[in-house]
Each structure stands twice: as C-alpha cells, then as structure tokens.
C-alpha cells in the first residue's frame, strides 16, 4: 500500500489545503481508501469494505498505458480513437442520435447540451425538476434545484420548476388514476405560464431516474407526454445520463430506453462511469440540432476532450461491459437485491418504500409508514453503523431518508445477500430501541417521564457496536488483503 501520510496528517492537510465545501463521506469518521479489487475497497489498515455506492472511480489499465505510450495529445489532431469511440457509442443509441461532443466531465456536458439546446431555436428558457442536480458549474446551478434551493442563490427569471415525478411521496401518488398524465400536466401548465410571460422554452431537462432527489423512477408515459408538449414549445429534450447511463439498469443500456422505443431524447448527456473513473464525458445529438449550433459561427474546441487516451479508455470500458456481460449481471443481481429488500420492506416498518430497476435501488426509510414522514436521522444513523459492518452505502433526497445503492456492475448475488443482513440487523436494533423507547414515554406507570431526544436515542445505539477491526466481509469468498496480491481490473459503472 502507498501512502505519504499516516490518516491523521492526510485528514489535516485536507481540511487546510482543500475546499471546505468538498465534503468527504462519513465526516465523523472519514474512510482512507488506498487501494480497490473490484466491488471492494481497502483502507489503510487493510480492512475490507463492500462498495454499494462508488460508482465512478475505476481501473481500466492496459488500453490507457498502451495508448499512453504511443501519444496523447489535442484533440484537434486526426486520430482514429475519437472517431471509432464515437461510432459505437452512437450504435448503442437510437439512430437519430449519431453526432457526439466529447468532453472531460459530465457538469461540462451539461453546460455544452444547454448551449446546444438554446442555439437550436434562440429560446433561453430551461424546465427542470424539483430537487434535481446537473453539475457544479454556475450555468447548472442555476437549473439544480439541489443545489441553489439550499444557498443563498436565488431561481432565476429563465428557470422553471416542475414537480419530481414521484409517485411514492410526491403530489401525485401510486393511487392516482394516471400519474404520468397528471406530473406531465404540470410540465404543460408551465409552458402555457412562460409563454402568457412572452419566455420561450429553450429545453426540458431531466436525469432519466433522479438520483441526488432520492432514486425516483419516472412513471411510465410520463417522459413521452412532456417530450410532447416540450417539442410543440419549440423546446428539446435533454436526458441526462451521467449518472444512470452504461447498462446500470441491466435490461437496456441506457435508462432512458426503460421508457419505450417510442421516446427518444434530443439530447443526451453521459460521464463519470463513461471513463472507468478517467475524466471523459460526452454529448450526443441530432445531426439537426449539430448544424444549428455550428451555424452560430462559434467554434466548439475542447483540448482534451475525446483525447487518445481518453478515447482509448473508453472503448475498453465498452469492451468490458460486453465481455463480462454486466448488463446481465446488472438485472439478475438488482432483481435478486430488490426481492430480498422487499422481504425487509414486510418485516421492518422503517422501511416505507423499495425503488430502483437493475443495480439502480434506493430505500425510503420513514418513521410513520401511513403518513410516510421521512426518517432522516434514521437514515444516517443506519449509514454509520453500516460502515462499521463494512459495508459503504450513503443517503439522499430532499429529506436524506433515502439510503442509495449503485454498486459497480459486478456486483454478486452474494454481495447483496451479505449487504441485505447487514442491514436487517441494524434495522432490527434500531426499531427495537425505538420502540422500548416510546413504550417508556406513553407508560401510565411513568407519567412524569420524558421522550428522549431522537438524537440521543440514536447515540444510545452505538454502544455495543461490534469490534471495528473484525470485518466478515474479508471471510467471504476467501478474499485476501494481502498488499501483493494482483488486482483484477475493476470496472464500476
């Protein structure tokens, strides 16, 4: 293992010299990862950890020193790697999709698909949805309601907000006679509103499923009727792919086409798994929407972007997912996971909702499963004793309830039977203690006794935790930490 300092020294000079608003995972008691072998990760000690949410730092090694020691260089230079990653990347989408503007991250291929989309007819106006995240450059900002609906940047005039499709806790709910129709209506009330104002609308974009806003699965119908209404606004169709792109929901290979054959975007936007964690993105377009952006007589010039290496890397990561067949792998195993969360949905009643398609699931966890009020300290609470059961999962959504799983795309059936009893475990002891705990506080017997604060409560729960230096994740599958031992390539889209 390589490391220049111990975790102490690394954890010092990261809170002097990085960005204090580059938050790290478990800030309370930070992993040091040092190495990885496929979905598992190892920190400085050689503990072992299953991964279920690090879907974007990968190995793909051979295709990039091989290329690497022949040339990398702009991007502007003729080279066959960009041309041939651009042919197979368009072969795996609709044909109408078949011109590409690589990039070197997905927030850069956000911002490129808005200027794409507001040259296409001169309009400026951008529909996103509530509680959605595109990037971090100022442009996505602007349309992240993730993002500037918790600082103190304000909507902008351009910006409009339509409610998340979700039919779980959202307006309209999975006993509504037509979901779809009723959250797309809402898109067409916007439409009408801009126009009467004399905006126009430049572009409706949306994550294929909404990740930071809590794993929501659109209803089915409801893309096609907003592509509809969006097109008679003059508007385009932005799927953003960067996050649920690469076979991640196992049937299809990219998520939008979970929707039907009868929708097809006008834009859509990919990276982080795109690179097997090398800094590549891309957006492909219409050849229509290409040659209007061409016309503004405004050069499109990227450095790096499409690079022979970073093609190069690429094209292996195509080849892995066809070789290992992991959108097989992506359906069976997230099939397998689902039926057994499903079972945990029955028997715990923290668990208010079970979501996701393939290796794409969130859990809703709720303190009340009839009014579905959101358990957020629950929630984190579960995440920590997770990581001490060595098992790495996060939480999201508006109310951080929603404990997120996309693990890399070889996950096993095993990981996930290993992952779920990890978790039934905790849960268990969670409502266990709850339950004790609103016993005491409505007893007759005890009238003059309080309710203790949720957080303490939950602090309660840690004593006993068991000793963080076992790890029975390392038992299985004979799975050794020796430092020597060769890594497989590890890919995790």
Known sequence: MCELYCKKDTLALRRKHIGPSCKVFFAADPIKIVRAQRQYMFDEKGEQYL?????????????????????????????????????????????????????????????????????????????TLDHAYHGHLSSLIEISPYKFGKGKDVKKEFVHVAPTPDTYRG??????????????DEVKKIIEEAHESGRKIAAFIAESMQSCGGQIIPPAGYFQKVAEYVHQAEGVFIADEVQVGFGRVGKHFWSFQMHGEDFVPDIVTMGKPMGNGHPVACVVTTKEIAEAFSSSGMEYFNTYGGNPVSSAIGLAVLDVIENEDLQENATRVGNYLTELLNKQKAKHSLIGDIRGVGLFIGIDLVKDPQRRTPATAEAQHVIYKMKEKRVLLSADGPHRNVLKIKPPMC???????????????????????????TESVVSDNTPCRTKMPKETRLELLSEGAPDQKENPSQKRNGLRTDKHSLLSKRLKT
């Open 171 to 184: 307006k309209y709910r999975e006993d509504h006679a037509d979901p779809a129709s009723a959250y797309a």
């Open 51 to 127: 991964d279920c949410i690090n879907n974007v730092a990968h190995e793909v090694l051979k295709a990039a020193l091989k290329q690497m020691e022949l040339l990398n260089t702009n991007s502007r230079f003729l080279h066959d790697n960009i041309v041939e990653y651009a042919k197979r990347l368009s072969a795996t989408l609709p044909e109408k999709l078949s011109v590409c503007y690589f990039t070197n991250s997905g927030s850069e291929a956000n911002d490129l698909a808005l200027r794409l989309a507001r040259q296409f007819r001169g309009h400026q106006d951008v529909i």
């Open 411 to 437: 996950f096993t059936e095993e990981d996930a039977k290993f992952m779920v009893d990890q978790l039934d475990e905790i849960l268990t002891v969670l409502e266990e203690a709850i339950g004790a705990q």
